[in-house]
């Protein structure tokens, strides 16, 4: 008679991904959902990088729930991006 080889119990594939892929998955979610405001030394060079890349200004008080007004960037004197009073410079999505 053949010796019997323990037999491993294997985890169900749903259960597995029931319990682990929450605990990935709300971390990545919530860090998404975050928006910085332009503060920083990221947003000091803001400016300066829209000369590269595509910005908009949007209105201060928008908010997920309210409507975005989006104006075109205005450039000063010395090749930096502005915005209208209001407004804030922010890369284009």
């Given amino acids: 008679m053949p010796a019997l080889l323990p037999v491993r119990r294997r985890v169900p594939v749903l259960a597995w991904v029931t319990r682990v892929l929450p605990l990935v998955a709300l971390p ?20 300066l990088a829209c000369a590269m890349m595509a910005c908009e200004c949007v209105n201060a008080d928008a908010g997920p729930f309210t409507l975005e007004r989006v104006k075109p960037v205005q450039w000063n004197a010395q090749g930096e991006a ?6 804030l410079l922010r890369r284009k999505r």
């Fill in 82 to 87: 502005t915005c209208p009073a209001g407004h």
């Fill in 28 to 47: 990545l979610l919530a860090g998404g959902c975050a928006e910085g405001t332009g503060s920083g030394a990221a947003g000091e060079r803001l400016p």
